[in-house]
C-alpha cells in the first residue's frame, strides 16, 4: 500500500499536479500573514468580509454558552437544535421559499439533494464547468448524464429535445465557481419549462452576494420560479460554514427521509448556525458590502483587461488567469506569493485549464487592489523552463 501511494504521488509531482497547503496566521482577512510575512489575500471566498467579523464572533460565542460545542448526532437521532430550527426559519424569510433544510456543507448538499430528486431512468443535464460536488452527486443518482457546453442553452435545448427519459434535471452553478460568469438562468428556465425539466441552482458563490437583497442569482435576474431548487452556501460569502436548501415542503419531507448525507451525518454544530443567522442579519442590513464589492470587483477586471489579461468572460468577484499549464500556474502562484500577493494556482482536476483564481472581497481598499500589474504581467510572462 505505501509504496503504491508514493508512485502516486510521484506521478502527481512529475505532472506539477502535487498539492501543498499554505499555512496562514490569523483570521480570512483581507491581508493574511504566510510565513510570518504580511500579504494580500486574493483567493478567499469570504467575500463579504464576514468571517471575521464581530458580531458573528459574538454571536457564536453566546451560542456556545448557551448550548455547548457538539450537536450530539444527527438530527434524526438526538434532536433538532434550536439554533437549527432558528437558521432554517430564517433562511426560509430570507429566501422566500416554502422550506429549507440545512447540510452540513455545499458537498452534502449536492451529493445529497441530487440522488434523492432524479434517479435510474431519469436524465440529467448538467454544465460541463458545474462543480466537483455535483458532478459526484449526479454520478451517485444513477441516472443517465449529458453534459452541455458551459453556458450553451442552445446545445441544452437540442440535447433536451431528444431525451425520452420521463424525468429530467438541468443543474447549473449560478455564479461559475473558477470562471466567474453567470449562465444564461432566464433561457434555461425556459427550456426546463418547455421540456418539463427540473432546474438545480447551486448558488454557493452567489447566495449574500446577487440581487437587491442578497438572495442570489435569481433575485439578480429578476426571475421568479418557485420550482426551481436552489442550493445556497453559509461558508463563503456568509463567513460562516454550512449549507441549505430551499424549495417546496414537499422535497424538504423527501430530504429529512431520505437524504443520506442529512440523516447519517453528525448536525452542524450550534455555535455554527448562530454565526449563520447573524451573518443573514448582516447581509439584508447592509447592501453596502455588496455595493463594495462590486465596486472592487468591476475596479480589478477593468485593470487586469486594461493590463492585457485576459479575464474570460468573468462579470464579477471571481476572475479567471488561465495560463493553461500546470507547472507556469505554481510558479507563478510562488512568484507572487514573493511579491506579496497569496493568489492560489488551480489545476486539474479542479479546472480543464491550468490558472490563477483571484477573488476579491468588499473589505479590500482600492489601495489594496491597486497593486503593480506590471509587476504582475512581467510574472505572468517569464520564463518558466
Ligand atoms: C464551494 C462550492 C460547493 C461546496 O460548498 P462547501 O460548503 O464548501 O462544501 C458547492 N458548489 C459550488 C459551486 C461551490 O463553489
Redesign the pocket.
Given at each position: 500500500m505505501e509504496s503504491a501511494i508514493r508512485k502516486r504521488l510521484k506521478e502527481l509531482k512529475e505532472r506539477y499536479l502535487k498539492r501543498r497547503l499554505t499555512l496562514i496566521s490569523g483570521p480570512q482577512e483581507p491581508w493574511v500573514r504566510v510565513n510570518g510575512r504580511r500579504v494580500l489575500l486574493l483567493c478567499s471566498n469570504n467575500y463579504l468580509g464576514l468571517a471575521n467579523h464581530p458580531e458573528l464572533k459574538e454571536a457564536a460565542m453566546k451560542a456556545v454558552e448557551k448550548y455547548g460545542v457538539g450537536s450530539g448526532a444527527s438530527r434524526l437521532v438526538s434532536g433538532t437544535m434550536e439554533a437549527h430550527k432558528e437558521l432554517e426559519e430564517k433562511l426560509k424569510r430570507f429566501k422566500k421559499k416554502e422550506a429549507v433544510l440545512l447540510f452540513n456543507?455545499?458537498?452534502h448538499a449536492?451529493t445529497g439533494i441530487i440522488p434523492q430528486i432524479i434517479g435510474r431512468g431519469g436524465e440529467i443535464f448538467s454544465d460541463k464547468l458545474n462543480?466537483a460536488?455535483?458532478i459526484d452527486g449526479c454520478v451517485l443518482s444513477r441516472a443517465a448524464i449529458k453534459r452541455y457546453s458551459h453556458c450553451d442553452a442552445g446545445q441544452l435545448k437540442d440535447l433536451i429535445k431528444k431525451s425520452t427519459a420521463r424525468r429530467k434535471l438541468i443543474i447549473t452553478?449560478g455564479v461559475f465557481?473558477m470562471d466567474g460568469d453567470i449562465p444564461p438562468l432566464k433561457e434555461i428556465i425556459e427550456i426546463a419549462e418547455k421540456y418539463g425539466a427540473t432546474v438545480f441552482l447551486?448558488d454557493?458563490?452567489s447566495v449574500g452576494v446577487f440581487g437587491k437583497r442578497g438572495r442570489g442569482t435569481l433575485e439578480y435576474l429578476g426571475i421568479e420560479r418557485p420550482l426551481v431548487i436552489e442550493m445556497g452556501?453559509l461558508?463563503?460569502a456568509f463567513g460562516s460554514y454550512g449549507?441549505f436548501v430551499a424549495g417546496s415542503k414537499k422535497l424538504i419531507e423527501l430530504l429529512i427521509n431520505r437524504g443520506r448525507r442529512f440523516i447519517y451525518s453528525t448536525s452542524l454544530p450550534p455555535a455554527v448556525c448562530a454565526a449563520s443567522i447573524r451573518a443573514i442579519t448582516i447581509v439584508e442590513r447592509e447592501p453596502e458590502r455588496r455595493e463594495r464589492l462590486f465596486k472592487n470587483a468591476s475596479y480589478l477586471r477593468d485593470s487586469l483587461k486594461k493590463g492585457g489579461f485576459d479575464i474570460l468572460k468573468s462579470s464579477t468577484h471571481i476572475i479567471p488567469l488561465v495560463t493553461g499549464d500546470a507547472k507556469k500556474t505554481m510558479a507563478i502562484t510562488e512568484r507572487l506569493l514573493k511579491k506579496g500577493i497569496f493568489c492560489q494556482g488551480i489545476r486539474p482536476p479542479s479546472v480543464p485549464s491550468s490558472r490563477l483564481r483571484i477573488t476579491v472581497t468588499s473589505e479590500h481598499t482600492e489601495k489594496d487592489l491597486r497593486f503593480d500589474l506590471g509587476g504582475i504581467k512581467e510574472v505572468f510572462e517569464g520564463n518558466f523552463s
Open positions: 456543507s455545499g458537498w449536492n462543480h460536488s455535483i452553478d465557481s447551486d454557493a458563490h452556501t461558508g463563503k449549507a
